[in-house]
């Protein structure tokens, strides 16, 4: 090998060094998915605990329903389905059932309240809790109303709020504790939703969001290009 491919070969050797340092330094910057629905929560795990035992179901979507109308101008497809209703999941078990449907962010245009999720219970045994983890996907559930107190990007949440049967007021029989709290202080991993009496049908709020890894915007091609020039120049002019 001659002197000038071996002093090549030194030059592309630090190119190399310097950029696997750039890369392992490179940060990465959690953004949110804040527009999930219930066919978006693949993963997620629902436990009902009753004093006959414990059932643990995986989410699954049920309906993927857009129904898109034909519009004009820049949106010529547009959904006509308010609040992505047609957008659901759920899980079914022995003797109960759980769905959600809409944006998880909840809408009111009363007396319809949108996003819900539906709770229903025909078995006898007496409700102890229901808990919805989120461990190993990368859903969170989303408690800070305000965006301007989110400085973590998943924008406004929405506290857990339950309705009695057929919506006819605000239920007191259930309560949500909050748990696994992820690095920021108003986003969760999991959910436990306490019976205080028997509810054997209700409906809730609690908004969830997905986190999205995104790579730092960095200059590392454009520093390996840069570098490259100029160990071909330097090899060029000897």
């Known amino acids: 090998m001659n002197t000038k491919s071996k002093m090549l070969n030194k030059w592309m050797l630090g190119a190399a060094l310097s950029v696997t340092t750039l890369f392992s330094n490179a940060s990465v910057i959690t953004d949110y998915d804040t527009l999930i629905t219930g066919a978006d929560m693949t993963g997620l795990k629902v436990t009902l605990n009753t004093s006959g035992g414990t059932e643990t179901l995986d989410w699954a979507m ?12 820049l949106t010529p497809a547009q959904e006509n389905i308010v609040a992505s209703e047609g957008l659901s999941g759920g899980v079914s078990g022995s003797d109960w059932s759980l769905v959600q449907q809409g944006f998880t962010g909840g809408d009111f245009d009363l007396p319809n309240i949108y996003g819900l ?10 409700l102890e809790s229901l808990v919805l983890d989120a461990f ?12 301007a107190f989110a400085p973590n990007n998943s924008g406004v949440g929405r506290e857990f709020v339950a309705f009695e049967a057929a919506l006819n007021g605000i239920s007191t029989d259930v309560s949500a504790t909050y748990l696994d ?16 009496q028997q509810a054997p049908e209700f409906s809730f709020l ?17 520093f390996l290009s840069g570098l490259a020039l100029v160990v071909r120049r330097k090899y060029n002019a000897k």
């Open 62 to 73: 049920l309906t993927n329903t857009l129904n898109p109308v034909t519009g004009g101008g």
């Open 117 to 126: 999720w539906t709770f229903v219970y025909s078995g006898s045994d007496i």
């Open 136 to 147: 190993g996907t990368d859903l969170v559930f989303d408690t800070q109303l305000t965006s």
């Open 181 to 196: 709290q992820v690095a920021s202080d108003e986003l969760y991993r999991k959910v436990s939703i306490d019976f205080n």
């Open 206 to 222: 609690i908004d969830v969001d997905k986190a999205v890894n995104v790579s730092e915007p960095s200059m590392l091609l454009v």
